[in-house]
Nanobody, 134 residues
């Protein structure tokens, strides 16, 4: 059974940086996964932040482009989200998610730029809170 565990959230001032980590286990699909970071603020829908497909291509929401970087360490089975120049509007619960990237096409990358539902991904982490003060 797939399991994702996020860490690295916290409270920082505007302009600061954080690095989120997501450690994965039980991901058994041999051709690779679509991995993504998503966030949900109180009263809002869960939205894409960044996505990484099985070929290593990435995509970002417009609101974080140039400030956030998604990456992975396959040996450590860990997904990262480096967040720089943080703004108060980045405050949210951040989740990582994984889904088998069957086609290796654009579906995965599109998830970074849309509202997502839980059923869109096979596995979700429990979330880590990020709070940015002005």
């Amino acid at each position: 059974q797939a399991q994702l565990v996020e860490s690295g959230g916290g409270s920082v001032e505007s302009g600061g940086s954080l690095r989120l980590s997501c450690t994965a286990s039980g991901l058994t699909y041999s051709r690779g996964y679509c991995m993504g970071w998503f966030r949900q603020a109180p009263g809002k829908e869960r939205e894409g932040v960044a996505a990484l497909n099985r070929d290593g291509r990435t995509n970002y929401a417009d609101s974080v482009q140039g400030r956030f970087t998604i990456s992975q360490d396959p040996i450590k089975k860990t997904l990262y989200l480096q967040m720089n120049s943080l703004k108060p509007e980045d405050t949210a619960m951040y989740y990582c998610a994984a889904d088998p990237d069957y086609g290796g096409g654009s579906w995965c990358l599109r998830q970074a730029r849309k509202v997502v539902q839980k059923e869109d991904f096979a596995a979700w982490g429990q979330g880590t809170q990020v709070t940015i003060s002005s």
